[in-house]
């Protein structure tokens, strides 16, 4: 007697697949719900510039959005030639390492010129502050700083 092998059947398959990739994702989204509110960071102090940012009073920030969007947007466009030139040079053969570390360079000076900018516009909204202002200032820091390790970093001043 002959027996017949029956095929599994295409629909199967693809429902297994479907399956096991929906239980990777779930899997997935709890393992990084679990690593990203473990208490491991709550002595770590929020960055230090953008406390600096979100402790300026509202019109503070909005005018220095303002400043700054011409410069976000050169930046932007800067960053996008920057990636395409590392991906033409990671793409290279033979590979040369100096023309990615040349990128690489480019692009923490773009970045410590744009910090340094800010850094400018900062220090001269807080150098006109009164003292007053800038005691309010300095306690809405320490309040960011404050919600930042207790978990409250969302929260508007």
């Known amino acids: 007697m002959s ?5 599994p059947r295409r629909w199967m398959t693809i429902l297994l697949v479907a399956s096991l990739g929906l239980n990777l ?3 997935g989204v709890m393992l990084g719900a679990v690593l990203r509110f473990r208490g491991d ?3 770590v102090p929020p960055g230090f510039g953008p406390a600096l940012f979100r402790a300026l009073p509202e019109n503070d ?3 220095l ?3 700054l969007f011409d410069e976000h947007r050169r930046g932007a466009r800067q960053r996008a030639q920057d990636f395409a030139e590392l991906g033409e040079a990671l793409r290279a053969v033979p590979f040369d390492p100096t023309v990615v570390e040349d990128v690489l360079e480019k692009q923490a000076a773009n970045t410590a010129s744009i910090q340094s900018n800010l850094q400018e516009k900062w220090l001269s909204r807080v150098t006109k502050m009164t003292d007053a202002e800038r005691k309010a200032y300095a ?3 320490e309040q960011v700083v404050k919600d930042r390790r207790s978990g409250k970093a969302g929260r508007k001043h």
């Open 3 to 7: 027996e017949t092998v029956k095929q």
């Open 25 to 27: 994702l779930v899997a």
């Open 41 to 43: 960071h709550d002595d």
């Open 61 to 63: 920030r909005r005018a």
């Open 65 to 67: 959005r303002g400043e």
């Open 139 to 141: 306690d809405r820091l």
